[in-house]
């Protein structure tokens, strides 16, 4: 063989490694679809009022935790590179330098969102209905408590899937899931909180889910990560910059993404209540038509990563071409099966009639694009990542975004006189766009150039 760590990685990741990894992602990311669509049926038994208040706090709150969501990506492409190069020491000490990072940051944006909630509901969305935004900032108030612990599973559940451990933080994301469901029945149903209700829980469950995975780490001593001595702090300068080499322009990707994403569902709301229930109500199932592409990328981070730490470029291409192929198959027949069943599926929401007629179309589109579209949008870029080469990703998205998405949904929507599918129509060519860009960037190769950890610096 020309490259000994080709058949080394490719051996390692043979079919059933690769079914072990990508399983329970799939699994955990069908439940987190799954519960995020459940919170929103059980919310629309208080009211489109309600329905409307927090998808508006969830956008935003989108906003501020890619913040540490991208920083658990970057510690991912680090570690998963530390491990494919062999170097527990180092892999171990990353992850510990990921943990302190990502708690930082997100007690940062607690406290930022604790004090400016109100203003920032007003300053992005403008005149809202009254009882709209009273939901909307009862949720805001108590959801935002939780970041801290959401930044600390997103860290956590990213050291585990670094070592190919995906099962940990799927069972854990079950029992959460069961709690929060029950909590969710109790708060909202039994005790009428409302709003409020389902705050209580998601809080609650990201506490829970936080805890137990942090404590499964630091009880960890086989492997080639171990989270024992989280207490004693060292801060590791260098690790941290490679994590933020990567979580930094993922970070600002991901926060310029979801502020485009902001803005223009302020054409729906200047459509009406029905409007702006039928965009979150697509957006719900949008999620279940993606969520298996979704968790295979996740899962691309992983093995990218560990090629490109062993230098197997190689198998880097080959793990990226089998699992694109994967992806697009898999979103394909999840978009012909929601197509099928479409009016079930809203029927779910109880939505007005204009709002069903309204959900109805956006879905449609989306089921046609999504399958080669979105995966060429939101999966590929996972393997530039993985290599280090975030920082394109960045620049790409961001341009597309306020170009394609932003500007193309004004023009479409006030302009041409579309409407509020003018949001939907922008938003597929802005994944024309970006998939032409990420597609052009990986068969041109200039990612094998980038680099995350070097061979010189160690703890």
Same mark, same amino acid.
Not at 87 to 106: E, G, M, P
Not at 164 to 187: D, E, K, P, Q, Y
Not at 254 to 263: D, E, P, R, T, V
């Given at each position: ?8 990685? &490719? ?38 009022? /309600? ?7 969830? /956008? ?25 190069? #062999? ?24 406290? $930022? ?35 801290? $612990? ?71 001593? &086989? ?6 001595? =989280? ?87 080959? $793990?990226? #071409? ?18 099928? $069943? ?23 589109? =989306? ?93």
């Amino acid at each position: 063989m020309s490259d000994p760590n080709a058949f080394t990685m &490719r051996e390692k990741w043979n079919k059933k490694a690769l079914f072990r990894l990508l399983w329970p992602l799939v699994v955990e990311q069908t439940l987190a679809v799954t519960i995020g669509a459940v919170d929103t049926v059980m919310m629309s038994s208080v009211g489109e009022y /309600a329905v409307s208040g927090v998808s508006l706090v969830d /956008a935003i709150a989108t906003l501020l935790i890619i913040a540490f969501g991208a920083l658990a990506t970057g510690g991912s492409v680090v570690i998963s590179q530390y491990i494919g190069r #062999r170097d527990s020491k180092n892999a171990t000490a990353a992850s510990r330098q990921l943990i302190y990072t990502t708690v930082f940051v997100s007690l940062i944006i607690m406290i $930022f969102t604790l004090i400016l909630r109100t203003r920032l509901l007003k300053l992005i969305y403008g005149n809202i209905a009254g009882d709209v935004m009273q939901a909307a900032d009862t949720y805001f108030r108590i959801s935002a408590l939780g970041y801290p $612990f959401l930044s600390l599973y997103n860290a956590d559940a990213a050291l585990f899937r670094s070592i190919g451990n995906s099962r940990v933080t799927m069972m854990v994301s079950i029992l959460v899931n069961i709690i929060h469901i029950a909590l969710n029945f109790v708060l909202i149903y039994g005790l009428h909180m409302g709003v409020a209700g389902a705050a209580v829980s998601t809080l609650i469950s990201r506490i829970v889910s936080a805890l137990i995975l942090t404590v499964l780490l630091m009880r960890l001593r &086989r492997g080639p990560i171990s989270l024992a001595g =989280l207490f004693r702090i060292r801060i590791v300068p260098h690790m941290i910059r490679s994590i933020l080499k990567v979580g930094i322009p993922g970070g600002i990707e991901g926060s310029m993404f979801q502020l485009g994403k902001i803005i223009v569902s302020r054409i729906a709301t200047s459509f009406g209540t029905a409007a702006l229930a039928a965009n979150a109500v697509t957006g719900v199932i949008n999620s279940f038509t993606n969520m298996s592409g979704t968790a295979i990328g996740i899962g691309m981070l992983t093995i990218v990563g560990q090629c490109v730490g062993a230098k197997d470029y190689d198998s880097a291409k080959y $793990f990226t #071409r089998r699992l694109m192929w994967l992806i697009v198959g898999v979103v394909t027949i999840l978009s012909a099966v929601i197509a099928l $069943f479409i009016d079930p599926l809203l029927g779910i929401f109880r939505l007005s009639q204009e709002a069903h007629d309204m959900a109805k179309q956006f879905t449609w589109l =989306l089921c046609a694009a999504s399958p080669l579209l979105w995966s060429l949008s939101f999966s590929l870029p996972n393997a530039l990542r993985a290599a280090g080469d975030a920082g394109y990703c960045m620049v790409a998205a961001v341009i597309s975004m306020w170009l394609v998405r932003v500007i193309g949904a004004y023009l479409i929507a006030y302009v041409f006189h579309v409407g509020v599918m003018g949001i939907w129509i922008a938003m597929v060519a802005d994944w024309v766009v970006r998939g032409i860009c990420y597609a052009q960037r990986w068969k041109g190769g200039k990612w094998q150039t980038k680099q995350v950890i070097t061979d010189t610096e160690n703890v």
